[in-house]
């Protein structure tokens, strides 16, 4: 019944899903469902919006990238899911978590996440045919990556493991201008 537990069990069927990726689906479900459970006992704790968002994501992905690898139609739900993603990612924001808090960067987090987010609906959309939807996602994209990308900066003197932080928002920052 602790809204924290409930966010490391989510946490632990992702990274789960990463090493048995041929049970992904029922382990991004569990983590889903472990993330809206952690929601439902504090829907303040914004580390299980996050969660949550990442478990969306990562079900966009496997279904951009399997169109591309077989040069078919990209499955309408990479969409949905890139949207549920986009949305999870904004409810952190509107959450306002504590950054002052040490260790708690779940607000340049969300940015960095919406960013990828809306990289992956910009992707998504261009493999559909639509360029100008694409373009707009992608210049979202960009509107939060750059915002985020000099607070991790700053931040690494003090936290030096924010560095990988960095590095993904250069990283997305990357594929989007590609």
Do not use: C
């Amino acid at each position: 019944q602790s809204e924290i537990v409930q966010f490391f069990i989510g946490r632990e069927y992702l990274y789960l899903a990463e090493l048995q990726p041929d049970q992904h689906e029922e382990l991004w479900q569990k983590a889903e469902d472990a993330f809206l459970k952690s929601i439902a006992l504090n829907d303040q704790y914004a580390k299980a919006y996050l969660g949550l968002g990442s478990v969306y994501m990562k079900r966009s992905a496997e279904l951009l990238d399997a169109a591309i690898a077989s040069k078919q139609a990209v499955d309408p739900r990479s969409l949905q899911f890139a949207e549920q993603g986009i949305e999870t990612y904004k409810k952190v924001l509107e959450l306002k978590p504590d950054p002052g808090q040490p260790g708690n960067p779940d607000q340049d987090l969300a940015r960095l996440n919406l960013g990828s987010a809306y990289r992956q609906k910009g992707a998504t959309l261009l493999i559909q045919g639509d360029v100008d939807s694409a373009l707009g996602a992608f210049d979202d994209a960009i509107q939060f990556l750059e915002t985020v990308r000099p607070i991790f900066e700053s931040s690494i003197p003090e936290h030096e493991s924010y560095r990988r932080y960095l590095v993904q928002t250069h990283e997305y920052l990357g594929t989007v201008y590609q």
